[in-house]
């Protein structure tokens, strides 16, 4: 019987760059506007280093304009503008599959066939999960410096009072004072979009295509399970539009797949391994990366989500994430 090998099948540039242009589209986050594709980190993915700073202007003050007079001698001061920046850091990621062929020839179909199908699913719920462990690492952040202005945690409340309403969104999205309404998507787990859901708080909206767009009250609604669940308590992210920069590239100098043929592997009948590579980097907007303690080359999804790693270095109406606590 005579197997079709992966080797036959792939061409490794063109799979990496399906794989990379997937990853960037088909995430409901990203479908949702809430990740933005910066050109900036885009540029930076396949150069050296392990983080790279992107510099930012604030605005002007508020100051009380001048009273203007007739004396010469009496000069006007003016003032400067002040400038920060955000320190962002990639990841450089890896996986591999592998099968025996022996296994393929016996089950009648190719096994790395079905992983190679399945890759570029693999990497879109990896960055997903990268994001959501951000999230968790900013709101600790929040919480630790910052006075946790960008939360509200009714889960201590009693009764009703604890749990997921539109009048606790609304008081979630008012943490961002008069720049509430640039708040575009809602980030619910399953469990809130249920409750949600029984209290008629959800609409669709029909698409050509036969699907149909999630809303509540007219904001984007994105259910993952990967959103923070501790002790009952929820964890709701209000989000606004480019509320996360990210890209994603191939490696510069290793290929973004290979494919690894083990001629010897089970006696001689062979093992192959699809190799896969990324370069990630996912960054909430108005913070910048903490260094700290990493202890790999890139940062893991439990250390992103460490409050020591993110500081925020802008005011917080310029910051466009807003987090909600219930029951």
């Not at 203007?68 to 990639?90: E, F, H, M, Y």
């Not at 790395?112 to 462990?133: K, P």
């Not at 005011?315 to 909600?324: G, H, N």
């Amino acid at each position: 019987m005579a197997t079709v090998r992966l080797a036959d099948i792939i061409e490794p540039q063109v799979f990496t760059d399906y794989i990379v242009q997937n990853t960037m589209e088909k995430t409901a986050l990203v479908q949702s506007g809430v990740m933005a594709l910066n050109a900036v980190i885009a540029e930076q993915l396949s150069a050296g280093a392990h983080s790279f700073n992107v510099p930012f202007w604030n605005d002007i003050g508020n100051e009380e304009a001048n009273v203007v007079n007739d004396d010469p001698a009496d000069l006007s001061t003016p003032n400067k503008i002040g400038s920060g920046k955000q320190l962002i850091r990639k990841a450089f990621l890896h996986n591999s599959w592998s099968a025996m062929n022996l296994a393929s020839e016996i089950s009648g179909s190719d096994a790395l066939a079905r992983i190679q199908s399945r890759v570029s699913a693999y990497w879109e719920r990896q960055m997903q999960r990268r994001l959501v462990a951000s999230l968790k690492g900013v709101l600790a952040g929040n919480v630790a410096n910052n006075s946790s202005d960008m939360v509200l945690d009714i889960s201590g409340a009693v009764g009703d009072a604890a749990k997921f309403s539109a009048t606790a969104v609304i008081d979630a999205t008012a943490e961002l004072g008069d720049a509430m309404d640039t708040v575009t998507a809602i980030g619910m787990h399953s469990d809130i979009y249920r409750q949600a859901l029984k209290n008629d708080l959800i609409d669709t909206v029909p698409q050509s295509d036969g699907s149909v767009i999630r809303t509540f009250r007219g904001l984007a609604v994105i259910v993952d399970d990967g959103l923070p669940l501790a002790s009952g308590n929820y964890t709701t992210v209000l989000f606004g539009a480019g509320a996360v920069g990210y890209a994603v590239a191939e490696p510069r100098v290793a290929a973004g797949t290979e494919v690894e043929n083990l001629p010897s592997a089970g006696r001689g009948g062979g093992q192959q391994i699809l190799h896969s590579r990324l370069n990630l980097a996912v960054h909430p907007s108005g913070f910048s990366w903490a260094e700290g303690t990493v202890d790999g080359e890139s940062p893991t999804i439990a250390e992103l989500a460490d409050a020591s790693h993110w500081l925020r270095v802008v005011e917080r109406k310029a910051v466009p994430l807003a987090f909600l606590i219930t029951k």
